[in-house]
Structure formats: structure tokens, C-alpha cells
């Protein structure tokens, strides 16, 4: 469950020129359900909001995972991340994570310095503050699937090609790689869905450490919304599929 949601809120990762439109805006919903095996495990939601940050206008993204049923009776998920970034840049201002998972806790806020390419973050369960370096234009973990949404390149990828982003993550900042390894249609309860597959490395081990055990389905229109996530685990596997939405800036591509 909680590599379903880190994926989820990772992708799609595409670092090349921006679109001129965007591929999302306010009020753009989306969940997705979380399977292991037959089981339903639980679902992962994204949506976007509006806030003012700095005088200004600003998009605040929220995600949310959580287990249900006997899923959450043997293993509880809370998780919740939120990130307000800026409307034309995409950059972070301000980043949360509370999670809760089987009593592992994190509560974070990072603050954003883009000027001199810093975030400080205060961690509320320790009570404590640090401020770490970080690369140009570095995204936090949920401002980076909606940042990268809106590049225009990841239709002019071919098959083998990888991008690579600068995530800041747990302290410090991952890269992400990403391949991309073709197009398939996917059978969904709307429809067939065209989509991009691509499949993600983090170099670093941080987050997944299987090279390629994990592969996303993207639709392959102007929004670029996760349609179906499979992570291959040591027994079983867990997949995620779109399991409802509104909102979305542009009509979802489905062959019927």
C-alpha cells in the first residue's frame, strides 16, 4: 500500500519543457483502488484545491491513502500529504506529511527557499527544525507529479528513453528515473483507456529498492492521469486502478 501511494504521487515524472496549457486545475479529483491479490486493500485519492501563499494564488494539492476493511484491521494506513506550489512555476512553497502506518508516525511541513535553493523543515513528532541544500527547481514529493503533468516532451519519448527529476524526500533529495516502454490499452470499468507504460528506478534505493518491479499506465491524452499501478512485492503483488474522477481539465481519452 504505502509503495501504491508514494508511486501515485510521484507520476507521471516527465522533466522536459512545459505545456502552454496545463493538464490539470482546480478542482481536478481522482481515486484510485489499491488491491493485494483479491483483496481490496484500500484507496489513494488526489485532488486539487486553491490557497493564497505569499499574497498570491496558488495551487494546494492533497493526497490521501488509507487502508479499509480486514486490510486496515491487520495493518491501519493514514496517510496524507499536501503541497501548495505556484501557478505558473510549479515550484513548492510549502510541503505536509502526516502519515500513520501500523503506528510508524511522521509529521512534517518543508518550507521552500527557491531563491537560495534551500528547505527548512520542522518536524512536529521530534520537535525539531533543519534546513538542507538543495538542486535548482527541486520538487517535494506530491508537487513533483503535478509539476511534471504539464511537460509537453513525453509524447516525443521513444521506447528505452529515461527522464531523471530532483525530488526532495525524508531529508534529503532522490533522483528519480523513469523509462518509458511503450503504449497498451487497458480495460477499464469506463472503458479502454489508451495509455503510455513506463517504468520506474529510483537510482538512489531510497524509495523502491527492485529495479523495474514497479510499472505505471498513463493515459496517453492531455491529462496524463494514472489509470492502473502494479508493484511486484517478495509474495504477491499489488495493483491500483482508476476507480473514479471529475474535475479533469480535459475529457479522458476511451475507445469504447
Known sequence: MKKILILLLLLPSFAFAPHKDTAFGVGEYFKMRVHYGIVNAGYATMEVREATKNNKKVYHAVGRGYTTGMSRFFFKVEDNYESYFDKKTGNPYHFIRKIDEGGYIKNQEGFFDHDDNKVLVKDHKRKTQNTYSIPRNTQDILSSFYYLRNHSEIDNLRIGESVIIDMFFDDETTKFKLKYVGNQDIKTKFGTIPTMVFKPLVQSGRVFKEE????????????????????????????????????????????R
Open 212 to 255: 523495474e518491479s514497479l510499472t505505471v499506465w498513463v493515459s496517453d491524452d492531455e491529462n496524463k492521469l494514472p489509470v492502473r499501478i502494479q508493484a511486484s512485492l517478495a509474495v504477491g503483488s499489488l495493483k491500483a486502478d482508476l476507480d473514479s474522477f471529475r474535475g479533469l481539465k480535459h475529457s479522458l481519452k476511451i475507445k
